[in-house]
Every structure is written in structure tokens, then in C-alpha cells.
């Protein structure tokens, strides 16, 4: 039977030849992800009660990237008690204040193709750019993946999205989601999106994770794109050498969809979306002049390395206006080594931006850079819900970091085409 590569994976996580959009089944786990915002904290009485402790702690990832660096006595207790439980629980794979976790999972290699993975993150579908079928769930259900490794799953239809050609100058994947956000909307429930097309070999695996993360915006199970030479190169690259491309791992030509979305990649401009949902989207000019106050080039999908480049391109040879706050926190530890060793962070704090720790911070509205009644912000994150990054009244935007870049020089939301060569 042709199957997709979400079926496919399905399948041998539930141990069947075959599995089909609908069936339920029980799955084993490869991966179970948890953050200290939703994990220990939520799980361990939960365990306790049962009397139970965790099947393989070898295949649990603990990151702490929400309370970090602590700003009050509360965030700091969050952190202890995490540090705490992963010590008692034989958890070794604990990446603490190191970043964000779905840039973490991916820059340590712990995501490989077929992998059927778990995350306490809604966000968790980032895992996806790496060939796995990886989802969001609950502190409830992922207390049950930490005591038998198993979850039951109604296996999801597959949407696939079809990326053609090669983004223009200024566009990014950040792009690409946010018009998706607006054409399909946010309710494209219990769905994969599968993207492929010439313009997803393109991308890097940076970018790639940007299109599987937000399939959470579009309200989908997960997103996925099937493994390449550049997966391959990303997992070596991470230390997984012995890891080599198996052709099973991708949907069968006849495989039975949902439908089919196609994109020119090359007609699509820079695309914004107004307060509060990122399915108000549409082309910059549309809100091109609108006054802000803050900009925040932050969160999974917007403080990659390849994002603190689209910044600095943008940047190069100009000031932020002086009425506007540019703030930067990069997504992980090593993106901010990386940043340094080239230059990058040279030039965004020259241009004058503000650098901020590393971790989810004001993206999800905790530590530095959260938003006073009535403030306007563009963000690089995913999300732009009321009230997300501070006070409920305060409006955001999204974008890309090169839109939030450009929109920092003028003062007001801009096109970023403006300020590249």
C-alpha cells in the first residue's frame, strides 16, 4: 500500500505493516522533549502518584530555556526544581540555559529521519525538518510517555505544501508561513503538511525548521519534509557520523492526500501580519508606516544564526531610529558563539541593537523585553496573540528578521528589498 512519510513512520512506531489516515494506534516513542515551563514541574507529581519512574531516561531531553537567565525568586525556584528532578531521574541529556529547545534538539543531533518523537512544547512539530514525526502534547499525556514510552495516535492526513522556485532577496521561510497562515488559515486540524517542491531542497535545515514549526500556526498535527543530502550533512555536522540516508523515508508518489498547496516562491514578497493573529497576514506594503516602538528578533523560528544574518544584511551601514528599541536574543549558546566568531553580533550592536540572553524570553512573554500597555512591536516570532508579549492592550506584528530589521532603521513597519543590494 503507498503511504506517506507520516504513515510510514507511524506504521513502525506502532509495530504494523500499514497504517491508514483514521486508524488509531498505540506507538512507541523514540524521543520524549520537555522544557522547564511544562515539564518536570508538571509531570513529577503525576509520576509520583502512580509510583512510577521514567522507561528510558536515555531517550528523554530536559532544556531549559523559558525562566532563563531567572529574573524573581519564583523563576529561579522553576530552575532549581528542574535541575533538581533531572539529577534524581537519571536524565543526561539536560541542556541547561544552553538554548531554545527545538534549535538545542536539532544542533545536538538528538532528531534523526523516521523518528517518532514527542515534545511538551506546542512548537514541537520544528522537529519535522529533520524527517521525524514529532508533536505537541500535554503534561498529562507526557507523563504517560515518561512511564510506559508508548502514546496512542489517530493517524493524521497529509497536506502537502509545494515550494516552487527560489525565494527572492528579502524572503525567507519566515515568509512563506505567514502567507500560508492567511491563505489556509488556522484550523487546518489533525493534518501532516508535508513540504517539498525544489524550493524546500533549497532551503537550509535552519529554514526548514521555521516551516515545520509553525505548521502550529496553521493548526496542524505536525509538519515534515522528507531527508536530503542537507539533513545528512546537518546530522554529521552534529556528530551523528554514523547516520546515513535510507530512501524509504519520504511519501510514495501514490500516496493518497489531502491535497496539494502550491507557492511560487519567486512572486511571494515580504509578508506582515497584524495584531493578533498570524493569519493577518499579507505583503509588507500593506502596513508599511505603521509607528513602532520595540523590535525583537528572538524565539525557534526567528534567532537562528541564518536569521541574525538576514539582520545584519539588512543593517549594514545603517542606525536603528531612535525611537525604537532593536532587541536581540539569539536561540541558542552556540548560534551566539557563531555570531561572534563571524562578525554578525559586531554589526547588529553597532547598528544598535540591544543583545539579550538566550531562550524564549519576551517571545513568550517572560524576562527581558516585554511590552508596556499601548506599545507596537514587530516580531520575529511565530505567535502574535493578545497580551503574548506583555501587556494585553500592547500590538504586534510579525515578521521576518529581515522585515524586523528594516522596520527598526525606518521606525515604522518597512520592506526589507529597500535596504538589501
Not at 524572503?171 to 525544489?198: R, S
Request: proline share 4%.
Amino acid at each position: 500500500m503507498a503511504a506517506t512519510l507520516a504513515e510510514k513512520i507511524i506504521a513502525r512506531a506502532a509495530g504494523k505493516a500499514t497504517v491508514q489516515a483514521g486508524d488509531i494506534v498505540t506507538c512507541r516513542v523514540d524521543l520524549a522533549m520537555m522544557h522547564d515551563s511544562g515539564g518536570p514541574r508538571r509531570v513529577d507529581s503525576k509520576l509520583r502518584e502512580i509510583g512510577v519512574g521514567i522507561w528510558d531516561p536515555e531517550r528523554v531531553v530536559v532544556v531549559s530555556d523559558h525562566y532563563v537567565p531567572a529574573v524573581d525568586a519564583e523563576s529561579a525556584e522553576i530552575l532549581a526544581f528542574t535541575r533538581g528532578w533531572v539529577a534524581e531521574r537519571g536524565i543526561r541529556h539536560f541542556y541547561d540555559m544552553r538554548g531554545i529547545c527545538h534549535v538545542v534538539l536539532q544542533e545536538y543531533g538528538h532528531l534523526q529521519p523516521g523518528m517518532f518523537a514527542v515534545g511538551g512544547d506546542s512548537h514541537s512539530p520544528s522537529g519535522g525538518a529533520y524527517g521525524s514525526f514529532m508533536i505537541g502534547i500535554g503534561a498529562t499525556e507526557m507523563a504517560g510517555v515518561l512511564a510506559t514510552g508508548e502514546i496512542w495516535v489517530r493517524v493524521p492526513g497529509t497536506r502537502r505544501v509545494e515550494l516552487k522556485g527560489a525565494l527572492a532577496a528579502g524572503v525567507a521561510a519566515k515568509d512563506v508561513m505567514l502567507h500560508l497562515c492567511a491563505t489556509l488559515g488556522m484550523d487546518n486540524d489533525y493534518q501532516v503538511v508535508e513540504y517539498a517542491g525544489d524550493g524546500v531542497a533549497a532551503l537550509s535545515m535552519r529554514e526548514r525548521l521555521v516551516l515545520c514549526n509553525m505548521a502550529a500556526e496553521l493548526g496542524a498535527k505536525t509538519g515534515i519534509v522528507a531527508p536530503d543530502s542537507r539533513t545528512l550533512e546537518a546530522l554529521h555536522a552534529a556528530g551523528k557520523t554514523e547516520v546515513a540516508l535510507d530512501p524509504y523515508w519520504c511519501s510514495d508518489a501514490d500516496a493518497r492526500l489531502l491535497g496539494r498547496v502550491d507557492v511560487d516562491a519567486a512572486s511571494l514578497a515580504p509578508q506582515v501580519a497584524a495584531p493578533h493573529s498570524p493569519a493577518n497576514s499579507a505583503a509588507v506594503g500593506q502596513h508599511a508606516g505603521v509607528r513602532i516602538d520595540q523590535a525583537y528578533i528572538g524565539a525557534c523560528t526567528g534567532a537562528k544564526l541564518s536569521d541574525l544574518h538576514m539582520a545584519a544584511a539588512v543593517l549594514k551601514g545603517h542606525q536603528v531610529a531612535p525611537h525604537v528599541r532593536l532587541l536581540i536574543a539569539p536561540a541558542s549558546l552556540r548560534t551566539t558563539a557563531e555570531a561572534a566568531r563571524d562578525g554578525t553580533l559586531a554589526s547588529l550592536t553597532e547598528a544598535g541593537a540591544i543583545l539579550l540572553p538566550t531562550g524564549c524570553g519576551a517571545c513568550a512573554g517572560l524576562g527581558a523585553g516585554v511590552l508596556a500597555s499601548k506599545e507596537v512591536c514587530i516580531a520575529s516570532t511565530a505567535r502574535n496573540f493578545k497580551g503574548r508579549m506583555g501587556a494585553k492592550d500592547a500590538m504586534v506584528y510579525l515578521g521576518s528578521p529581515y522585515t524586523v530589521a528594516a522596520s527598526a532603521i525606518r521606525g515604522t513597519i518597512a520592506d526589507p528589498r529597500e535596504f538589501l543590494p
